[in-house]
């Protein structure tokens, strides 16, 4: 085969090879233990140690080491001998994947908890 040919024919391949890579999303691959700690430390800054009035009720259970593969974060009623879950919080996989479920989703904090959780699980830190 001709030199300037292969050449040619070389060229695409190369300059495929010099385009910037796109950079991962702050989930993308990362393990569910990773986002849930994220949860956690987001969940209870933010819903619990800061005396909001509508998480005021409850208490946070973090089961973080699960063997199961899907840590999570429990919310039950604070004081209460009924240690039932009111929300559950868990992710599980790599990416993680990020589910809430329970009582409290069928509330009007629901979608407050939903756009919480997306938020922290997106690698944000804010309130």
Known sequence: MRP?????????LALAACQPKPS????????????MER?????????????????????MAPELNSFSGKPRILLVRRGSSDIRPLLV???EGRPA????????????LSARIAA??????????GC
């Open 4 to 12: 300037a040919l292969c050449l040619l024919l070389l060229l695409p």
């Open 39 to 59: 949860v956690a430390v987001g969940a209870n800054n933010c819903w619990i140690k800061s005396g909001d009035p509508a998480f005021k009720a409850y208490s």
């Open 116 to 125: 919480d959780v997306s938020r922290w699980s997106k690698g944000s830190k």
């Open 24 to 35: 991962p999303s702050a989930t993308q691959g990362q393990s569910a233990l990773d986002v």
């Open 89 to 91: 919080v868990q992710a």
């Open 97 to 108: 994947r990020v589910e809430a479920f329970g009582p409290m989703m069928n509330e009007p």
